[in-house]
């Protein structure tokens, strides 16, 4: 796994893909410190021991980790829910709906240069909400439900508890801690066929 790799460009996304397409180009639009806006990830699982962790195809049967580093600067990535609706109509398909978690991972020198030490989460996560609370899409609509900080609720979901060390009571990894910061906002996206 290649850390620096670009995701796969899809070359015709539908459904829930060409909603987060349609989101994700807002957002980067609305907010100039996200460097990359991922799209839907999938869950790998490295093996039963070492647990899953979440990650996006880039090509050449080669994935992009969705943890942070060096390399990734501020970025987001959608967590869709397995457990999607779709809007059945015999003969036609009309859409649907999915749960979803956007996580969104960020450095605060870079989201405020000039008074980063003066601002806190909560400025940064009102910053995203208020794109995504006023963006007007096209072929969706997004609500969100609830917003949450701490790693083992952001990687809900995800057995990162034995993945490469992870682990919640003691991790040591500098991306936990200011500068740094993330956060995961939850919600649903409801899409129509033609996205």
């Given at each position: 796994?290649?850390?620096?790799?670009?995701?796969?460009?899809?070359?015709?996304?539908?459904?829930?893909?060409?909603?987060?397409?349609?989101?994700?180009?807002?957002?980067?639009?609305?907010?100039?410190?996200?460097?990359?806006?991922?799209?839907?990830?999938?869950k790998l699982?490295?093996?039963?021991?070492?647990?899953?962790?979440?990650?996006?195809?880039?090509?050449?049967?080669?994935?992009?980790?969705?943890?942070?580093?060096?390399?990734?600067?501020?970025?987001?990535?959608?967590?869709?829910?397995?457990?999607?609706?779709?809007?059945?109509?015999?003969?036609?398909?009309?859409?649907?709906?999915?749960?979803?978690?956007?996580?969104?991972?960020?450095?605060?020198?870079?989201?405020?240069?000039?008074?980063?030490?003066?601002?806190?989460?909560?400025?940064?996560?009102?910053?995203v909400l208020?794109?995504?609370?006023?963006?007007?899409?096209?072929?969706?609509?997004?609500?969100?439900?609830?917003?949450?900080?701490?790693?083992?609720?952001?990687?809900?979901?995800?057995?990162?508890?034995?993945?490469?060390?992870?682990?919640?009571?003691?991790?040591?990894?500098?991306?936990?801690?200011?500068?740094?910061?993330?956060?995961?906002?939850?919600?649903?996206?409801?899409?129509?066929?033609?996205?």
């Open positions: 796994m290649l850390a620096t790799r670009n995701p796969q460009t899809l070359d015709d996304p539908v459904g829930i893909e060409a909603a987060i397409e349609e989101i994700n180009a807002l957002l980067k639009a609305q907010l100039p410190w996200l460097d990359i806006a991922y799209g839907k990830c999938e699982l490295e093996s039963k021991e070492k647990g899953s962790y979440p990650a996006i195809y880039s090509a050449n049967n080669e994935y992009v980790e969705l943890f942070p580093d060096q390399n990734k600067g501020n970025f987001s990535f959608f967590d869709i829910a397995e457990n999607s609706v779709i809007n059945w109509v015999p003969h036609q398909l009309t859409g649907g709906s999915a749960e979803f978690g956007l996580i969104v991972w960020f450095d605060y020198r870079k989201v405020y240069p000039a008074d980063s030490e003066n601002k806190s989460i909560e400025h940064v996560k009102l910053d208020t794109v995504l609370n006023t963006i007007g899409l096209l072929n969706s609509t997004i609500t969100c439900h609830r917003v949450l900080e701490r790693v083992e609720n952001v990687y809900n979901g995800y057995n990162l508890a034995l993945y490469r060390g992870f682990s919640y009571g003691n991790i040591k990894s500098p991306y936990m801690m200011r500068p740094y910061g993330v956060f995961r906002i939850e919600g649903k996206i409801n899409y129509r066929k033609n996205c």
